[in-house]
């Protein structure tokens, strides 16, 4: 593992500063060494496919009622406050919320079907992320890697100079950060290089990017003295075996501070105007158009982190306040993608751990004294909604459906590894590669599901 330095803060207790160095992915390179990893990615066609991913992640757990799987027909409590509308598809409605992404129908396509049937959201985000369960709120810590950490690892960024992984602005689930975005058994290195501030702010800037405090930019550039710093930088940290796998790798690591690829992809300011507009001039928008940014200069993995759903009451109010951002993120990018021919190599895809209750609440949530306001929904892991778009997936499209009710899928019902499965056909990427755990054993990327070919 190679880990450069940055600057000095609050240390954890293995005394390595978790904000102040600079992390490539050379972690696991005693289980797999350079020519495996490069034999990995032959097999698995990433060195051709040069596809990357956007994951808008709604932690929380948005309601699939009120968003992308309307029940009109249904008793008021369960078709909730607002109205279907129709698409830019003949018999595809959405939510009365979604004005804009309704005129993108034939860019996307909707899976109603999807379910882990938990409510817990620590079980749920496991689910979704990781493709597997094990975890609760009684016992939250991870225990799988993020399938956006596997791709990055066998994958590589798309272009030298790019982090392949980013959360934009961090990665974080249910609270816990990087949490089911991390890479865990894979090594610290597959958890996302965070770019943190608000995108929002005109004074943003990513602050893991710069110079090297012990070694300014001309000093770098000079390849003799970099070579001698590099072997003084890794002495320092007690690197045992595997160092002759990793040359090759130097020199991106190096890029990523030294260069001006990355620099250049988080300077959204650059953007115009009018373009930021169409995303939303909020924190929400303006992460997927750095997303956006950050995949067309070469990262593979980019997750945006949208938070606050957990909507067990007051759920109007909530609604209200979050979906037309989506609304305009979502659609800003579909739009912005397409325009710059790009939607093929990128795919988008938005959800969250679980989708809410069908039947809507008092507002109690078991009523007084415990009442906290307004009708909500509660949490509901037997059915959900995913957006997909992009990366090849065909458009237009509603896979699977929820009975009258929105309570369970009721047609090709699908579970997290499925979507697993299809990001990894989108990228590239061997579902079947295996990687050892913490206790020695070898355990498959993906243990269930298949690919959804109706979406390819």
Not at 6 to 25: A, K, V
Not at 315 to 326: I, W
């Amino acid at each position: 593992m190679l880990r450069v330095l940055l600057n000095g803060r609050s240390r954890y207790c293995d005394g390595i500063p978790r904000r102040s160095f600079l992390q490539l992915g050379l972690a696991g390179m005693g289980a797999l060494s350079l020519g495996q990893i490069q034999q990995l990615q032959a097999a698995s066609g990433s060195s051709a496919r040069k596809t990357s991913l956007i994951l808008i992640w709604l932690d929380g757990g948005p309601s699939h009622h009120d968003t992308y799987d309307p029940k009109p027909q249904a008793p008021a409590e369960y078709r909730g406050l607002w109205r279907h509308i129709p698409t830019n598809v003949p018999g595809i409605d959405i939510g009365e919320m979604f004005p804009l992404q309704s005129q993108l129908a034939d860019k996307y396509s909707l899976i109603r079907s999807m379910h882990h049937d938990s409510g817990d959201h620590f079980t749920g985000g496991h689910w979704m992320l990781t493709g597997r369960g094990g975890v609760s709120g009684g016992a939250t810590a991870g225990k799988f890697p993020f399938f956006g950490s596997i791709a990055s690892k066998v994958a590589g960024p798309r272009r030298h100079g790019m982090p392949a992984y980013v959360g934009v602005p961090y990665g974080m689930s249910i609270g816990l950060r990087p949490g089911y975005f991390g890479g865990n058994y894979l090594g610290g290195e597959y958890d996302p290089f965070e770019t943190e501030g608000d995108p929002n702010n005109d004074n943003f800037q990513v602050k893991n990017l710069g110079p090297i405090a012990q070694l300014p930019i001309e000093r770098l550039r000079d390849r003799r003295t970099l070579n001698s710093d590099l072997d003084r930088l890794l002495r320092q940290r007690d690197v045992a075996g595997g160092l002759s796998d990793v040359s090759s790798f130097d020199q991106q690591a190096f890029d990523l501070v030294t260069g001006s690829s990355a620099r250049q992809a988080f300077q959204i300011q650059e953007e115009p105007a009018e373009l930021r507009d169409s995303y939303g001039r909020n924190s929400w928008g303006q992460s997927v158009l750095l997303a956006r940014r950050l995949v067309e200069a070469g990262s593979t993995v980019v997750t945006c982190h949208f938070g606050g759903w957990d909507s067990h009451w007051d759920h109007q109010q909530t609604m209200e306040r979050h979906l037309p951002k989506v609304d305009l993120a979502v659609s800003g990018l579909i739009r912005d993608l397409d325009q710059r021919g790009l939607l093929d190599q990128v795919m988008v895809a938005v959800c969250g751990e679980f989708g809410r209750t069908p039947r809507m609440n008092d507002g109690g949530n078991g009523g007084p004294p415990l009442s906290k306001g307004t009708p909500g929904r509660d949490h509901w892991g037997n059915a959900m909604s995913v957006l997909v778009a992009g990366g090849g997936i065909r458009g237009g499209q509603v896979i699977g459906s929820t009975n009258h009710l929105g309570e369970h899928p009721l047609e090709r019902p699908l579970r997290p590894g499925d979507l697993h499965h299809t990001i990894f056909r989108v990228l590239g990427i061997d579902p079947h590669v295996h990687f050892t755990d913490h206790s020695g054993r070898p355990i498959p990327a993906i243990d269930h599901g298949g690919v959804i070919e109706e979406l390819l």
